[in-house]
């Protein structure tokens, strides 16, 4: 073996530890920047873990009556349409409650009803068997 050839085995290795090197490089490069993303990403949900710990205080509690039924939110709708319910003989729709409780049948009002009727269903007052279809909960 002469050192010319000697010399060329040794360039192609050192040209391959190189490109491995720079391989090496851009993945390590890659990987800190995924690695400032997930920081970033826990840095935002511990300061909304403390935003929502520091207005837990401020969000109001269901509170229950000693019946143990849920208590209804203090707007005077609330008790008329479960009346409507305790005289339905069957699943109502939002419409039904407006016209049992004499509003107009404008789309504001029937969506107002709707929603007053979702928040007794996340109480647990009434259940959605089928989407805008409630019933009084057994």
Known sequence: MNLNSL???LDLQEDAARALADDLRTQIDALQTQLREAELRLEH???T???ITGRADRIPAQTVDPAGSPELPE???YPRILSVF???????RARDICQALDFELLPKHVERTRAKMKRLVTMGILTEAEPGTF???Q
């Open 7 to 9: 010399l060329q085995a």
């Open 45 to 47: 949900l511990a300061i």
């Open 49 to 51: 873990r403390t935003t």
């Open 75 to 77: 707007h005077p709708d």
């Open 86 to 92: 305790n005289d339905a003989t069957g699943p109502l």
């Open 135 to 137: 019933s009084k909960k």
